[in-house]
């Protein structure tokens, strides 16, 4: 019994320190509500040519299925914010 939990323990650390090594590289540059402002972002950053991620939340709330609350974080690799603010300012 205390040996599953210390695996799985274990495997929860291993996981976040991966991901934290992983992400440590990238920046938050955007929240966006929605898959019309979600889309407006990301094709002026990839007419940009700069690349990005997006992380989304999970939203399993029943009453609010139809409307549009999800938010979408996009991130960019850190030293690549000026592109993104020429790209969004359309400088």
Known sequence: MYQALFVLILF?????FVQLMVNRKWKLI?????YNSYFTIAAKLKNAGVKYKTKTSLNFRDAERFKDNTQYDIYVKKG????????LHGK
């Open 30 to 34: 955007y929240t966006a509500f929605g």
């Open 80 to 87: 690549e914010e000026h592109l993104v603010y020429a790209a």
């Open 12 to 16: 929860t650390l291993i996981i976040l």
